[in-house]
């Protein structure tokens, strides 16, 4: 019989967020692996915090394409490190 182990929860947590995210609708919580994918996809949004590799949301999207990549990279997470729940903080 096989036995499947989840890497993560199902989707983000917003109380886990990093206390490094921008304010805004993007988040990373604390599951994340730091892959660095989400850092190649959208640079411009994904930053590293240095002290343990875990990314944050440096700067939230605001145009439609920029709102798109981000969810791409948000849907491309391995572990589901990354949310989007509409709040603003
Ligand atoms: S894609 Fe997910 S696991 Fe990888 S660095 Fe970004 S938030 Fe972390």
Redo the contacts with the bound molecule.
């Keep these: 019989m096989k036995i499947l182990v989840r890497l993560s929860t199902f989707m983000a947590d917003k109380n886990n967020k990093n206390k490094e995210n921008c304010t805004g609708k993007f988040y ?1 919580d604390d599951q ?8 190649d996809m959208a640079g411009e949004f ?1 930053a590293r915090r240095d002290l343990d590799g875990c ?1 944050y949301v440096a700067k939230q999207p605001e145009t439609k394409d920029d709102i798109e990549l981000c969810e791409d ?1 948000m849907e ?4 589901n ?2 949310g989007n729940d509409g709040d603003q903080e």
């Design positions: 990373v994340c692996i730091d892959c660095d994918l989400c850092r994904f990314s990279a491309s997470c391995p572990v490190a990354i």
